[in-house]
């Protein structure tokens, strides 16, 4: 999968956000390792809350039809649907991609266009991170007399 094609299905998921309340439209485009694409929009709601980030819409619809594992994803959003800048993932999102791919391998793309994007891998968003790896250790280390 080209990245200028997840681009597009990116932006063309962009539409179908419902964001009525801070009219800030995010579309996210997540590549399987299996080489399936999953959209995502933020989905507000009338209880500020209840509202979901595109990217998590986009890897919950993923991994609730058996996909784990993941290449890359791209982001792309602005104020009333028009993306004029880099659209980066809020800190609760990039957690939940530490729990379904390799920090040093997954690549977060921000879209502006097909031509003008960034890529970051995951670890350069969330340096020292937890993940599913410390909940298996008997021993924590330096943290236990
Ligand atoms: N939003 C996302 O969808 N993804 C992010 O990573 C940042 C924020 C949404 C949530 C809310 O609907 C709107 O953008 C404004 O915060």
Redesign the pocket.
Same mark, same amino acid.
Do not use: W
């Given at each position: 999968m080209e990245i200028n094609q997840l681009i597009k299905t990116a932006m063309e998921a962009l539409p179908l956000s419902y964001?009525p309340y801070?009219k800030?439209h995010?579309a996210a485009a997540l590549l399987g390792r299996d080489g399936k694409v999953y959209t995502g929009v933020?989905v507000?709601n009338a209880s500020y809350p209840a509202?979901m +980030?595109?990217?998590r819409t986009a890897f919950f619809k993923a991994v609730s039809e058996g996909c784990r594992e993941f290449q890359a994803i791209v982001i792309c959003?602005g104020k009333n649907g028009k993306v004029e800048d880099f659209?980066p993932?809020?800190g609760i +999102?990039r957690q939940v991609m530490r729990e379904f791919c390799k920090p040093e391998e997954f690549q977060v793309i921000l879209a502006v266009s097909q031509t003008e994007y960034k890529i970051y891998t995951l670890e350069e968003l969330l340096p020292v991170s937890f993940g599913p790896d410390q909940l298996k250790k008997e021993n924590p280390g330096i943290f236990c007399t």
């Amino acid at each position: 999968m080209e990245i200028n094609q997840l681009i597009k299905t990116a932006m063309e998921a962009l539409p179908l956000s419902y964001a009525p309340y801070s009219k800030f439209h995010v579309a996210a485009a997540l590549l399987g390792r299996d080489g399936k694409v999953y959209t995502g929009v933020n989905v507000e709601n009338a209880s500020y809350p209840a509202g979901m +980030c595109a990217e998590r819409t986009a890897f919950f619809k993923a991994v609730s039809e058996g996909c784990r594992e993941f290449q890359a994803i791209v982001i792309c959003g602005g104020k009333n649907g028009k993306v004029e800048d880099f659209c980066p993932p809020c800190g609760i +999102c990039r957690q939940v991609m530490r729990e379904f791919c390799k920090p040093e391998e997954f690549q977060v793309i921000l879209a502006v266009s097909q031509t003008e994007y960034k890529i970051y891998t995951l670890e350069e968003l969330l340096p020292v991170s937890f993940g599913p790896d410390q909940l298996k250790k008997e021993n924590p280390g330096i943290f236990c007399t």
